[in-house]
């Protein structure tokens, strides 16, 4: 692996079992961005508020995990792409609604582009609507 799949690597599996800011911020940018087409983060701008709005959805879906289906590297344009599928259940902390005890399986992708050795942009490809729809929250 090179150092960018190393740092991808260790910033997705920060951000994916909700560790925060804290555990991510040592593999990014400070001021690094964040985009996503999906309604339910679609205000977020910035990685940082990002990887805590992960944290705060592992409170409500304690038993969230992932299963990494693709992990690559795009060297000519300093980018990384991570697909997976997430699966969590509404079992914990309140959400926009009491917990459901539903489970949401969802596909996902992160596109990481880099620059100096570290994450400058992230976009992320989710189709929101489906998972929420899972979890009893549509």
């Known amino acids: 692996m090179t150092g960018n799949l190393d740092t991808a690597r260790a910033f997705f599996e920060a951000c994916e079992t909700?560790?925060?800011?804290g555990a991510c911020q040592p593999y990014?940018?400070?001021?690094?961005?964040?985009?996503?087409?999906?309604g339910a983060i679609a205000e977020i701008t910035t990685l940082a508020a990002y990887a805590d709005w992960m944290q705060g959805l592992l409170t409500m879906l304690t038993d969230g995990s992932y299963d990494l289906t693709a992990f690559a590297e795009d060297p000519e344009r300093a980018t990384v792409a991570a697909c997976a599928v997430f699966t969590g259940t509404h079992n914990g902390a309140d959400g926009p609604v009491a917990a459901t005890g539903l489970q949401a399986r969802s596909d996902y992708a992160y596109v990481?582009?880099?620059?100096?050795g570290k994450i400058s942009h992230m976009t992320k490809i989710w189709n929101d609507g489906w998972a929420l729809k899972q979890l009893g929250w549509a």
């Open 28 to 38: 990014c940018h400070p001021d690094a961005g964040f985009s996503a087409q999906s």
């Open 112 to 116: 990481m582009k880099f620059k100096d």
């Open 18 to 21: 909700g560790q925060g800011w």
